[in-house]
């Protein structure tokens, strides 16, 4: 079965992401906000090209505060840092900014092992 084309994305584009980062076990495809105050979004696809994960956030450059709205993991992907990397990457949007979540999960783990 051949995975979905994500939206957004043209047939040849994703067939060049596919190609041109086959030896990579995840994929990591970013889509920027339409207007400076909007969603970015930052989608995982495993090497098949199959959508293993998300995140989704917002940036406020004049209010210096950054939100984390959504972030997902396939269950079999969870405990290989995999959100830690796309945490990191919307920090970067934002140093020194002030972070908040919205309340998704009725269960979040830290990123250290108990």
Same mark, same amino acid.
């Given at each position: 079965?051949? *995975?979905?084309? @994500?939206?957004?994305?043209?047939? %040849? $584009?994703?067939?060049?992401?596919?190609?041109?980062?086959?030896? #990579?076990? =995840?994929?990591?495809?970013?889509?920027? *906000?339409?207007? @400076?105050?909007?969603?970015?979004? %930052? $989608?995982?696809?495993?090497?098949?090209?199959?959508?293993?994960? #998300?995140? =989704?956030?917002?940036?406020?450059?004049?209010?210096?505060?950054?939100?984390?709205?959504?972030?997902?993991?396939?269950?079999?992907?969870?405990?290989?840092?995999?959100? #830690?990397?796309?945490?990191?990457?919307?920090?970067?949007?934002?140093?020194?900014?002030?972070?908040?979540?919205?309340?998704?999960?009725?269960?979040?783990?830290?990123?250290?092992?108990?």
């Amino acid at each position: 079965m051949t *995975p979905p084309i @994500p939206e957004s994305l043209s047939a %040849l $584009r994703w067939r060049w992401i596919l190609l041109s980062t086959r030896h #990579r076990e =995840v994929r990591f495809v970013y889509w920027p *906000p339409w207007r @400076p105050t909007g969603y970015r979004n %930052l $989608r995982m696809f495993d090497r098949d090209g199959y959508n293993i994960g #998300r995140l =989704v956030w917002v940036v406020c450059d004049a209010c210096r505060i950054g939100s984390i709205n959504k972030i997902s993991i396939d269950p079999d992907r969870h405990r290989q840092g995999l959100g #830690r990397r796309l945490i990191h990457r919307a920090l970067a949007d934002g140093p020194g900014y002030t972070w908040q979540t919205t309340h998704q999960s009725p269960r979040p783990r830290s990123s250290s092992p108990p």
